[in-house]
Structure formats: structure tokens, C-alpha cells
């Protein structure tokens, strides 16, 4: 991958612990929660395995959060019929909110709202957006920190895709 820039998202994004800290979750298969979805839907762990996956945790307020999700949401649109799951990973608190940030930008991707059970299993990184590329048995690849341009976003679910043929 070909990484242009990392914009660490201001104030309200880096939170507490150092920014540039290693995930404790990267070579390791996640172990995922339940995850009820916005749509209603419901991923379960076992959903995740024999598929690359994409996972962004971001938030409302966040501008950089913003323009990633939009390249997350055309990436979504171009690939949905290849395998590469994704999911977007809300850290608001409060659902209505969420909801109307998707339809208000008409993005598509799948959200779950993170209720404090998922960042904790990826990074202890407190950095928005934050993307994490898993391979298909599920082990975490890479937690990159901040918004990426959309040309390295597609290159790193290339990568998966052509890593999972």
C-alpha cells in the first residue's frame, strides 16, 4: 500500500493513550462480539470467517471521519459482490443520531454502534477514523490510524481480495 497521509483527527478524536501505540489485537483472530446492526440485521462471530473484512471505527462529529466514510461507502458500492465485508463502527452514543448522519450522507455500508465492545478488542489506539484490515480466518492485518485517501483505501482491499483468491 502506497500510504499518502495520515490525518490524526483533532481535539475530540485523540482521546487518551498514545496515539502511535501498537494494537494488542494485530496478528491475532479477533474474537468478535454479537454485533446487532442499524438495518436490524445481525452479524455473529462465525460470519466472519472465510471473508476479508474492512472495519472503520469513526464518529459523528468527526470531519476527517467524514470523507473516510465516504471513500469507505463507494468502496462499499464497487466491491459488494467481491467478498470483502465491511462494516462501519459507530462510537457515538446515541443511535438516532447515527442514524440520521447515514441517510443525512446516504451512505450504505453497514454500521453497528459500539457500546464500548469492540474498539477494545482492535487497538487501544484512541484515534478517528481508524481502519482495520482482518484476513479471512480473521486475524487482524493492519489498524491504520486516521482518514486515508480513497486510492489507498481501495489498495488495501485489494490487497486483501487478492490475498484472500
Not at 502506497?2 to 493513550?17: I, Q, Y
Request: proline share 5%; glycine share 8%; aromatic share 8%.
Amino acid at each position: 500500500m502506497k500510504r499518502r497521509a495520515c490525518l490524526v483527527a483533532g481535539v475530540g478524536a485523540v482521546l487518551s493513550a498514545p496515539v502511535w501505540s501498537e494494537p494488542a489485537a494485530v496478528g491475532r483472530v479477533v474474537d468478535w462480539p454479537r454485533l446487532p446492526l442499524l438495518d436490524g440485521s445481525v452479524w455473529e462471530a462465525a460470519s466472519w470467517r472465510e471473508q476479508p473484512a474492512l472495519v472503520v471505527l469513526w464518529a459523528t462529529f468527526c470531519p476527517f471521519c467524514k470523507r473516510h466514510n465516504a471513500h469507505l461507502d463507494k468502496l462499499f458500492a464497487q466491491t459488494r459482490a467481491q467478498g470483502l465485508r465491511m462494516l462501519g463502527v459507530a462510537l457515538d452514543t446515541d443511535e438516532r443520531l447515527v442514524r440520521q448522519y447515514m441517510a443525512g450522507n446516504a451512505y450504505r455500508f453497514p454500521v453497528a454502534m459500539d457500546g464500548g465492545q469492540l474498539r477494545s478488542r482492535l487497538t487501544t489506539r484512541r484515534v478517528i477514523p481508524m481502519t482495520f484490515a482482518l484476513d479471512r480466518q480473521g486475524r487482524l492485518l493492519q489498524a491504520i490510524p486516521g482518514e486515508m485517501f480513497e486510492e489507498d483505501l481501495v489498495d488495501l482491499a485489494n490487497g486483501l481480495l487478492k490475498r484472500a483468491a
